[in-house]
């Protein structure tokens, strides 16, 4: 069974809602993702040729759109590990008394890890 593609149809401006497109592509068992800064079909053979023709035609629109919603996650990200940073700076200023700095400082750096993600080492 073929979606309807008559919102892709528009070949002389690119689709009002990008993220309309990227759900139908969804649906037909395909993925649109940026590798880098450039747009990447997995799962192109799921496509028609003219759905693909297409999607080549309005890349731009379609990275601009992955850009955009990728953006906020690594905003947030860097903030977090902004505000990490300036907790771990009050942490290192702030030993605890009978406590060794290399001790402290080997914590610090191990929370850092466990709270950002990673695991300690």
């Known amino acids: 069974m073929m979606m309807s593609w008559s919102i892709w149809q528009r070949e002389k401006s690119p689709v009002a809602d990008v993220a309309q497109v990227i759900a139908k592509v969804r649906a037909l068992g395909a993925d649109i993702v940026l590798d880098g800064e450039a747009m990447k079909i997995v799962g192109a053979a799921h496509l028609s040729a003219d759905q693909l ?13 992955l850009r955009q919603q990728a953006a906020p996650a690594g905003e947030q990200a ?11 700076r009050v942490l290192y200023a702030q030993c605890p008394r009978g406590t060794d700095p290399c001790d402290w400082s080997w914590f ?9 993600g990673g695991t300690p080492a």
């Open 108 to 116: 610090v750096t191990t929370a850092g890890k466990i709270i950002r």
């Open 78 to 88: 860097a903030e977090e590990t902004d505000l990490w940073g300036q907790y771990a």
């Open 53 to 65: 023709a297409w999607l080549a035609n309005n890349r731009a629109a379609i990275e601009q759109h």
